[in-house]
């Protein structure tokens, strides 16, 4: 197998190995605070969380604080399981470039 077979599409682009490493670091985080964190728009933000709820690796929670929805997202443990063999491939990458 190729060292490079050991990534995970899903964290071949920034902002989803941002998110991914927010949420994994976090119990959650909602969207607004993710934004500011991450400086991106709502779009842009949006778009990268469904890619990462379709792998099923984020929870999704709404609820509402007083009148304002809320939406809420954590890492699924299939998630944290996915991010640490990313990581671990990469660290593994890095080794062997020594």
């Given amino acids: 197998m190729k060292i490079f077979?050991?990534?995970d599409k899903a964290f071949e682009n920034r902002l989803r190995l941002q998110i991914?490493?927010?949420l994994v670091a976090n119990e959650y985080y909602d969207f607004n605070s993710l934004k500011e964190l991450l400086e991106v728009t709502d779009g842009n933000l949006a778009s990268h969380l469904?890619?990462?709820e379709k792998e099923e690796y984020i929870i999704i929670s709404k609820?509402?604080?007083g009148r304002k929805p809320n939406t809420q997202?954590?890492?699924s443990l299939l998630g944290k399981q996915a991010f640490?063999?990313?990581l671990e491939a990469l660290?593994?990458?890095i080794k062997q470039q020594k």
């Fill in 5 to 7: 077979d050991q990534f």
């Fill in 20 to 22: 991914m490493s927010v």
């Fill in 50 to 52: 469904k890619a990462l």
């Fill in 63 to 65: 609820s509402f604080i």
């Fill in 73 to 75: 997202y954590a890492a």
């Fill in 84 to 86: 640490k063999k990313h």
């Fill in 91 to 93: 660290e593994n990458l």
